[in-house]
């Protein structure tokens, strides 16, 4: 075996245990999610009133932990691939589908609406 071909199986093992101790968790999903729905918090329509606005993400900061817990924490399945982690949501009638890899999230379907209306639920 030449050295080229060891420094790229060593190169190629290596990336494959940063990828698997950098698989995101549920925990880390969840707090995607809670940053999808704080960013859909703050495009929020402009027609409504400072105050309105105000209270209405008041409102949602203190519900979000609750909202998380009781409708997409259960709603979740998480397939483990040991590199990478599919995350599948159905949550009032919208399929989201996320792939976690190397500590980042990336939304392949459903995302945008889905927080929609996740975010109504706070009101």
């Known amino acids: 075996m030449s050295l080229q071909r060891l420094v790229m199986i060593v190169a190629i093992l290596a990336g494959s245990v940063g990828l698997a ?9 969840l707090q ?17 009133s400072t105050r309105e606005q105000q209270f209405i993400r008041q409102v949602f900061a203190s519900q979000s932990k609750k909202i998380l817990q009781d409708v ?4 979740t399945r998480r397939q483990n691939f040991g590199l990478a982690s599919r995350y599948e949501t159905t949550v009032m009638d919208t399929k ?14 459903g995302v945008e609406e ?3 209306k996740i975010g109504r639920l706070a009101f």
């Open 32 to 48: 995607f999610v809670e940053g999808e729905l704080n960013k859909a918090m703050s495009r929020m329509n402009t027609t409504t």
């Open 114 to 116: 889905a927080t929609i």
């Open 72 to 75: 997409v924490l259960p709603h």
């Open 21 to 29: 101790l950098s698989n995101p968790s549920m925990t880390d999903y």
């Open 96 to 109: 989201v589908v996320v792939l976690g890899v190397a500590g980042r999230f990336i939304p392949l379907q």
